[in-house]
């Protein structure tokens, strides 16, 4: 038996309740971090801003990248930590369809974002000469805006795919947001369109950007071995040891979840896993950048 979409009301998001001793806890350490995730990604925008030694390239993509973060966990943390209280864990259907593609909008941007950052590193370490004229004010802004416009009409299509398709019965989500996986599974009708669109997600706004993030640090890297002093190589590598960090943590908690046989993990395993990508990550990178950053800390 089948449910057509516009009968569906809302979605019931099981979040945790499973575990119903924990629920306080998870809750109190949540919201730690959530709220350190938000000071910490605001202090990187207010102080690349407001110091002007900040305003260069590197910095104006750090401070897109904490914005992107604040976005990116605000779609979906907020929401969990209100089920984890309340009794009412049900999601409206169009709030549910506005948390999935803006989760997938922000993520599918980190990843050309993060392909931009790591341009610009190539540009500084292998065209040292060259840097202030290819990164112009002008590259910089175009860059951030692909980085957004591009992931915004592929993310749509998955979102009106799946939100206009028929659901089962079941409106209960084994999860603590509307992923597009677990979405996907809820539909009762043929959805080959929707894997293609998973597909096509993969190659272009992960695949691509991935590739080209492993060519500019192959150059790199062949650039720093080729530096005749010690101190030269060392200082360097350290112009992106942390956003090399921030790519490992990212892309490594993705593929994970995403980029694996989906016989391997179960649904509650995944629903931990994502924990990493979704909580964690946003709060790592402030931290990544003001502790291996000596600009960042001496402008704190």
């Known amino acids: 038996m089948r449910r057509n979409h516009s009968m569906v009301n809302n979605f019931l998001l099981l979040g945790f309740s499973d575990l119903p001793s924990l629920e306080g806890l998870f809750f109190s350490v949540f919201l730690t971090v959530y709220l350190f995730t ?63 593609n803006i989760f997938l909008i922000t993520g599918a941007a980190e990843c050309f974002l993060l392909a931009a950052m790591a341009y610009d590193r190539y540009v500084a370490i292998c065209h040292p000469l060259r840097y202030t004229v290819i990164m112009n004010d002008r590259v910089c802004s175009e860059l951030v805006a692909f980085s957004w416009l591009t992931a915004i009409p592929m993310q749509v299509c998955q979102t009106v795919l799946v939100f206009t398709s028929s659901f089962c019965d079941s409106k209960e989500i084994n999860h603590f947001f509307c992923d597009s996986p677990v979405m996907v ?37 062949s650039t720093i071995l080729k530096m005749p002093s010690v101190e030269g190589r060392c200082k360097a590598f350290s112009t992106c040891s942390s956003h090399l960090i921030v790519v490992m943590f990212f892309y490594g908690s993705g593929i994970v979840v995403y980029v694996k046989p989906t016989s391997i993990h179960s649904l509650d395993t995944e629903k931990f896993l994502s924990l990493f990508y979704t909580v964690m990550t946003p709060l790592l990178n402030p931290l990544i950048y003001s502790l291996r950053n000596k600009e960042v800390r001496e402008a704190s």
């Not at 990116?72 to 929401?79: G, L, Q």
């Not at 539909?187 to 992960?206: G, H, P």
């Open 38 to 100: 938000l000071t910490g990604n605001a202090l990187i925008i207010i102080v690349t801003l407001v110091d002007q030694t900040l305003h260069n390239p590197m910095f104006f993509f750090l401070r897109n990248l904490s914005f992107l973060e604040i976005c990116y966990t605000s779609v979906t943390v907020p929401k969990m930590l209100d089920n984890l209280l309340s009794e009412d864990k049900t999601i409206s259907f169009l709030a549910c369809a506005f948390q999935m």
């Open 185 to 221: 599974k809820l539909v009762c009708n043929n959805t080959s369109i929707n894997e293609l669109i998973s597909y096509l997600q993969v190659v272009f706004l992960a695949l691509i950007p991935f590739t080209l993030i492993s060519i500019s640090y192959i150059c790199i890297a």
